[in-house]
């Protein structure tokens, strides 16, 4: 029998330490997000509501979830606050209720409710999903990818604005909350590539994303980066930046050349196609399982992963809870065998 608890266990690989068996991502009840006293001030767009009900962001974006994306919300389709990037100044203002948060009284309400040997206590940036993605929301794919190719400055100073908010933020919840890790999130890449080229990627968004990491590395707290899709051009950059884990990592990446690039630096969280095979209803149970090995067997040995297995898809289809209980039960099976 395992000696460490989940969260003891999972914290070592947090911490670039030996496991005593694999992680699952899941197993420390991460928080993501500030705690929930402060989070009506935030408006923060996380999902969960019924499906068809419209709520608004900060900002005024329209939001609405999906039950084929696990519930979660995205910017309502086709409804776009922002039409010409030069005019964001008229259109994008600072949230008055970000100025209306007492900190030391949502500090002492909710620190008394974590229970850190049950979860590993997390935070991050509170304005918008991400910085390519909050710029999606204000305009869609389209023109935002547009307005980063014509107008590139009026993106970094739009981009700068909001990354300024985050940044007042996250020094706050650091000191006010003093949370054990940070994490920040930017689904800026497809399946296949990322949505912007490596060069508008370092002239646009790096020197944001550096900036939005600084409080966290300053104070010496891991710091996890979400980002889905292919992206292994940018993780040298994520790296430097300070990031010290990686998610969902999804295995189109070259893992394991990442793995032996960053040894020990670069904590892989995920690593399992959870929109693929897994997904499909001809896929059989033996072939789900035999795929949990394949991903474990090859990620696992490094001691730097943790197992993230998920099936994309409605969460009250029985179909899918079917194939996530495969998954889990195949990697529970194994989860113990792979170091001494």
Known sequence: ???????????????????????????????????????????????????????????????????????????????FILEDITKWRDVIKRPPSLDEIDWEYCASKDLPTIDKSKMIFQGGPSVGNGYFQILCSFMGFDNGLIACSEEPEEVKDLLNFICDMNVELTKKFLYYYKPEGWFMADDIAHYRAPFVSLEMFKDIFEPIWRRTAAPAKEAGIHASHHNCGKLDEFIPYIVDEGFDSWNPAEPQNDLLAIIEAYPRKLFIQGGFAGNGKVCWPETTEEEVRAYVRQQMDMLAPSGQYAFGGFVMGPMDDPQTMERLGWINDEFEKIRYSYYE
């Open 1 to 79: 029998m395992p000696k460490l608890s989940p969260v003891e266990n999972y914290r070592r690989v947090m911490n670039g330490q030996d496991p005593e068996y694999v992680p699952n991502f899941m197993d420390a009840g991460i928080l993501f997000g500030v705690p929930l006293s402060v989070d009506d001030k935030l408006q923060l767009m996380i999902g969960g509501w019924p499906e068809g009900e419209v709520r608004y962001d900060l900002f005024g974006v329209p939001y609405v979830t999906s039950s084929h994306a696990g519930g979660g919300a995205l910017p309502q389709p086709g409804k």
